[in-house]
C-alpha cells in the first residue's frame, strides 16, 4: 500500500499528482451547452419533432457519459466491475422501456 | 500499522483515502452495485412514464402544463451542486477537511434549493392546474417518477448532512473518507437520473 504523507496545507512533496478543479470545469461547461442545446431546440419551436427527439436523446446520452466518465471516476483504472453492473442496469432499464413502448405503440 | 483515528491524529491521510482500506473499496465497490439496481428501479419507473404519458383523461397535457423557464433553473441548481460535490471530493483528496466541510455545505444548500422548486412545481399543478396523483395515468407516472427522483435528492440531502456532522465528531479518515466519497457517487447519479427526466419527461412533453 502506497501511503504518501501530507502536511497539513496539502502538501508540496508528493509521489502523485493531484489533478485541478480545470478538466471538471470543461465537463461542467460542456453539461451546460449539452443542456442548452436541448432546451433550445425544444424552446425555439418549428423544428421537426421527430428531429428534436433526436437531438434531445443524443445530447442527454452524450452529457451522461461525460459525467459518468469524469464525476463518477468511472475512465479511471480499476472500474471495470462497476461499469459492467452499471451497462447491465441500464441494459435492463432499457429493455423494459423498449417492452413498454411496443406494448403500447403496436399493440 | 496506525490505526485511522491516530493517523488523523497525526494529520496524514493516505492519497486517495476512500481506496486504502479494504473495507473502503468493499464499501464503493458495493455502492456501485447498489447503483445497477437504482438503474433498473429508475427505468422501470421511466418504461412506465413513456407508456402512459399520452393517457391524460381529460386532465392537462404535459404541453399545457410545463413551464420551462422553471425546469431549467431546477436543472441549472443540481448541475452546479454535482460539481460542488467534485470539488468536496478534491479538497478531501488534498487533506483539507474545512473545505471539504464548505463545499458538502454548498451542495446541501443547492440540493435544497432543488428541492424547494420542485415543491413549489407540484404545488402550483395541484392547486391551480387540478393535475393531481389520481387525475390521469400521465398523472400518476409523472408523480412517480419525478417524486422518486426528488425523494432521493431528500434523502442525499439528509446522508450528506449527517455525514458533514459525523466528520465535525470524528475528523477526516480512513473510516470516514469511503463514506463522503460513496456519498458523491450517489449525488453524481442522482444528476444523471435528472439529466433523463428533464429531457423525457419535460422536453418531450413539450415537442409531442
Redesign the interface.
Known sequence: MTTDQHSPEGGIKHRHRHEGPQRHIVVFIFSIVLTLIAFAAVAAGGVNATFAVIILLVMAVLQVILQMGFWMHLKDKGHLLPIIFMLGGFFIAGTCIVMSLYWVWWD | MTTPHAEAAN?????EPEK?TLEGRNKV?GF??F??????L???L???F??LRNQTNDGPTANELFH?PLV?AA??IL??S??TS??AI?AM????PALLRNWLLVTVGLGLGFLILEIYEFSQYIRHEEFGMTTSAFSSAFYTLVGFHGAHVAFGILWIFVLILQMSRKGLTVVTAPKVYVSA?YW??I??VW??I???VY??G???
Open positions: 494529520n496524514t491521510l493516505p492519497y486504502a465497490l456501485w452495485l447503483l445497477g439496481g437504482e438503474a433498473v429508475f427505468g422501470t421511466f418504461a412506465t413513456l407508456a420551462l431549467a436543472t441549472f448541475l452546479v454535482s460539481l467534485v470539488f478534491q483528496h488534498r487533506n483539507r457517487i453524481h447519479f444528476d444523471v439529466v433523463f428533464f429531457t423525457v422536453l418531450l413539450k415537442v409531442g
